[in-house]
């Protein structure tokens, strides 16, 4: 599987993005889907998750209620809509694959990642 992300770009506090991450292979719609990100000098962190059917989501704490993973398994592609952005959401944002059941927060669960794409909110 090949992943790649898009959509990152600057943005003010307050505003939006959406991102993407189209996957390449059919086996997409068997997959759960996660996204991390990773500030400079810090560790990569969960964001969001969804199973394959895309019936279950997950958050991390930071962005719940702002952020909304979604998924589209005809076109082999998953989203992060990203409202009310904070200068604290600056980071790479990268998008993984799980090829097994059940939604996983580690970065280590995952076994195929995208390239990553920039998100700098300004304050």
């Known amino acids: 599987v090949q992943l790649q992300a898009s959509g990152g770009g600057l943005v003010q506090t307050g505003g939006s993005l959406r991102l993407s991450c189209a996957a390449s292979?059919?086996?997409?719609?068997?997959?759960?889907m996660g996204w991390f990100r990773q500030a400079p000098g810090k560790e990569r962190e969960f964001v969001a998750a969804?199973?394959?059917?895309?019936?279950?989501?997950y958050y991390a704490d930071s962005v719940k209620g702002r952020f909304t993973i979604s998924r589209n398994n005809a076109r082999n592609t998953v989203y992060l809509q990203m409202n009310s952005l904070k200068p604290e959401d600056t980071a790479v944002y990268y998008c993984?694959?799980?090829?097994?059941?059940?939604?996983?927060?580690?970065?280590?669960?995952?076994?195929?990642w995208g390239q990553g794409t920039e998100v700098t909110v300004s304050s």
């Open positions: 292979g059919r086996t997409f719609s068997t997959y759960v």
């Open positions: 993984a694959a799980r090829p097994k059941l059940g939604v996983a927060t580690i970065p280590d669960e995952y076994d195929y």
């Open positions: 969804i199973s394959w059917s895309g019936s279950s989501t």
